[in-house]
């Protein structure tokens, strides 16, 4: 038999929310985490009404899955994610990734403040959605539509970009 240790807390969540699912229908999804055989596991919880043949709603029916494996990889995958941020962000020239939508999928901090903005603002937007009135971004738009399509080998390029009115300058950017 298994060791669960559910915490008294957690079975009156858990009647709280099948009285609710009765009462008023509807499907309930979370995740909690849960001690079984003395390890902390992250259980996915699915519970849905079950009616009679009259409509009644009679049961909940519950769905358990353990996620902790795949929680463990998120995790895993976050941590990566932010040591990589954290050493792009001590390299002193701007470093960017663009995905086929063209927004910015990674940005050092070079590259913000190069640009004025704010930490964390330019991941997933564009250029375009980052300074709207500028012609500058029809350029580099253009650009790197022609590289991801392989129409272009990814050259420097000279721009004269202005990310404020007090701070116009010419640029290189290379893609690769």
């Known amino acids: 038999m298994r060791d669960l240790a559910l915490p008294p807390e957690a079975i009156e969540r858990t009647e709280a929310v099948d009285r609710s699912i009765l009462n008023n229908g509807g499907t309930v999804e979370y995740t909690e985490r849960w001690i079984i055989d003395g390890q902390r596991r992250h259980i996915l919880t699915i519970k849905a009404p079950m009616s009679d043949p009259e409509g009644q709603r009679t049961h909940v029916v519950t769905f358990g899955v353990d996620v902790s ?31 086929q939508d063209l927004r910015f999928r990674l940005v050092n901090r070079m590259h913000e403040q190069w640009l004025g903005l704010p930490e964390g603002t330019a991941v997933g937007q564009t250029v375009h959605e980052l300074f709207p009135l500028e012609p500058w971004c029809d350029t580099i738009a253009e650009q790197d539509r022609q590289f991801l399509a392989g129409e272009s080998n990814g050259a420097t390029t000279e721009l004269d970009i202005a990310p404020s009115p007090s701070e116009a300058r010419s640029v290189q950017v290379r893609r690769t």
């Open 69 to 99: 494996a795949e929680r463990r990889l998120l995790d895993e995958i976050e941590s990566t994610r932010a040591l990589l941020q954290s050493v792009l962000d001590v390299v002193p020239v701007s470093i960017t990734l663009k995905g």
